[in-house]
């Protein structure tokens, strides 16, 4: 089974900063990518980051372009979300997302974590 784990949410003031954790655990062959999502209130779940195993840096959605920065840990299986210059409208529950091949499987399955909630507010 393959878990992934989101932390680091919770209340900020709009021009804060928070830094979310996503350590991905079980029995992983290898890792092809991992993103981050977000979903508002009343609103679709939406793509923040992602990073892909190949190298080459993170793409980010346009909203959060110069903000928020994604980072990898490779031997801790852990992306990170480095978020600056948090505004309301970033208030979110953020998921962690990832594709991984499991030890002794052939294709990579795709995984979702519980969420984190994010709230920028004065």
């Known amino acids: 089974q393959v878990q992934l784990v989101e932390s680091g949410g919770g209340l900020v003031q709009p021009g804060g900063s928070l830094r979310l954790s996503c350590a991905a655990s079980g029995s992983i062959f290898s890792i092809n990518s991992m993103a981050w999502y977000r979903q508002a209130p009343g609103k679709e779940r939406s793509l923040v980051a992602r990073l892909s195993a190949g190298g080459g840096g993170a793409n980010y959605a346009d909203s959060v372009k110069g903000r928020f920065t994604m980072s990898r840990e490779a031997a801790k299986n852990t992306v990170y979300l480095e978020m600056n210059n948090l505004k309301p409208e970033d208030t979110a529950v953020y998921y962690c997302?990832?594709?991984?091949?499991?030890?002794?499987?052939?294709?990579?399955?795709?995984?979702w974590g519980k969420g984190t909630l994010v709230n920028v507010s004065s």
């Open positions: 997302n990832a594709d991984i091949r499991r030890l002794y499987e052939i294709v990579a399955v795709n995984y």
